[in-house]
């Protein structure tokens, strides 16, 4: 049995209507990502004030994981600049 043009033509008309009333989900919102390196921040040593050779022996102590503490966070801001840097030239 063939189907005649127009009855067709009236089955896709009907198809297309009926895709219309399903209604979708809405998209979810773009998620921004943002490469940017930690912001620079100046490094700060603890105050001093020794009276004692044990109150200096501490103080050394302390600066240098002061010292130790900054050098990391500045390596870790040249690291992210380089790697931004490298990633932006290619």
Same mark, same amino acid.
């Given at each position: 049995?063939?189907?005649?043009?127009?009855?067709?033509? %009236?089955?896709?008309?009907? %198809?297309?209507? %009926?895709?219309?009333?399903?209604?979708?989900?809405?998209?979810?919102?773009?998620?921004?990502?943002?490469?940017?390196?930690?912001?620079?921040?100046?490094?700060?040593?603890?105050?001093?004030?020794?009276?004692?050779?044990?109150?200096?022996?501490?103080?050394?102590?302390?600066?240098?994981?002061?010292?130790?503490?900054?050098?990391?966070?500045?390596?870790?801001?040249?690291?992210?600049?380089?790697?931004?840097?490298?990633?932006?030239?290619?």
């Amino acid at each position: 049995m063939k189907i005649r043009k127009f009855a067709a033509g %009236l089955i896709l008309c009907c %198809l297309i209507l %009926l895709q219309g009333c399903v209604s979708a989900p809405p998209l979810p919102a773009p998620r921004l990502t943002l490469n940017t390196c930690a912001p620079v921040t100046p490094c700060s040593l603890p105050a001093a004030g020794p009276r004692s050779h044990g109150d200096l022996t501490l103080l050394i102590d302390r600066v240098e994981a002061a010292w130790a503490i900054c050098a990391a966070k500045v390596d870790s801001i040249i690291k992210c600049q380089s790697e931004t840097g490298h990633a932006q030239s290619q």
